[in-house]
């Protein structure tokens, strides 16, 4: 049974920083990927970053350099680290996990396995 558990979300003013964490348990990282995802209000869920252990990670175009995920295998944790903050980065952030081919088409195709309940992420 694979549970996810975001935190770190809250309000920030433009330009600034938050990072999300996720922590993961009954998940097998061999062959998995693990990313967030985001829900804009009124818009639809867009891929934001994801990882595959130990192989490689992707990025959204929108991200342009201001993001950074990452991995701390043995707290069982996932890190997205957002710089440069700007309003339209506002959305539900969620973090999800399950079975890929690649950190690029997984984020792409946007239908993993396994969500966790979304955290709110407010840029003024």
């Known amino acids: 049974h694979v549970q996810l558990v975001e935190s770190g979300g809250g309000s920030v003013q433009a330009g600034g920083s938050l990072k999300l964490a996720c922590v993961a348990s009954g998940l097998t990282y061999s062959r998995n990927c693990m990313g967030w995802f985001r829900q804009p209000p009124g818009k639809e869920r867009e891929g934001v970053a994801s990882l595959e252990f130990a192989v490689s990670t992707a990025y959204a175009d929108f991200v342009q350099g201001r993001f950074t995920i990452s991995a701390d295998y043995a707290k069982n944790t996932l890190y997205l680290q957002m710089n440069v903050l700007k309003p339209d980065d506002t959305a539900v952030y969620c973090c999800?996990?399950?079975?890929?081919?690649?950190?690029?088409?997984?984020?792409?195709?946007?239908?993993?396995?396994?969500w966790g309940q979304g955290t709110q992420v407010t840029v003024s």
């Open positions: 999800a996990a399950g079975p890929c081919s690649s950190p690029r088409t997984w984020l792409n195709l946007g239908n993993p396995a396994y």
